[in-house]
């Protein structure tokens, strides 16, 4: 069983950004793509950004945040990051972390992705 954790969430200024982790502490890495989801408050959880684990290069952003949004994954520490800049109210939601096993194609339907994190809260407030 894979185990995500999340990590780098809180409270950031209208403008500011953010930097969130995504660690498989256990080190199972039996997986083939790691991307985030978001789910604002009485919302349904959305895509935001993918990237394929074994290459650690191919990357696809929802259309409306990839003009400010990276997704990067190093073979170093083994994490994947997702950096966002320009931060509204909006973008205020439980950030997901996700993984699956089908293969090099970035999903971005949540029902394709057999492992979750518990999610870490952002809140973008002025």
């Known amino acids: 069983q894979v185990h995500l954790v999340e990590s780098g969430g809180g409270l950031v200024p209208v403008g500011g950004s953010l930097e969130l982790t995504c660690t498989d502490p256990e080190g199972t890495y039996d997986y083939k793509v790691i991307s985030w989801f978001r789910q604002a408050p009485g919302k349904e959880r959305e895509f935001v950004a993918g990237?394929?684990?074994?290459?650690?290069?191919?990357?696809y952003y929802e259309d409306s945040v990839k003009d400010r949004c990276t997704i990067a994954g190093t073979f170093g520490n083994d994490a994947v990051y997702l950096r966002m800049n320009s931060l509204t109210p909006e973008d205020t939601g439980v950030y997901y972390c996700a993984a699956h096993r089908r293969g090099q194609h970035i999903e971005v339907r949540e029902e394709m992705y057999e492992y979750w994190g518990q999610g870490t809260q952002v809140t973008v407030s002025s």
């Open positions: 990237i394929v684990w074994t290459n650690r290069r191919t990357t």
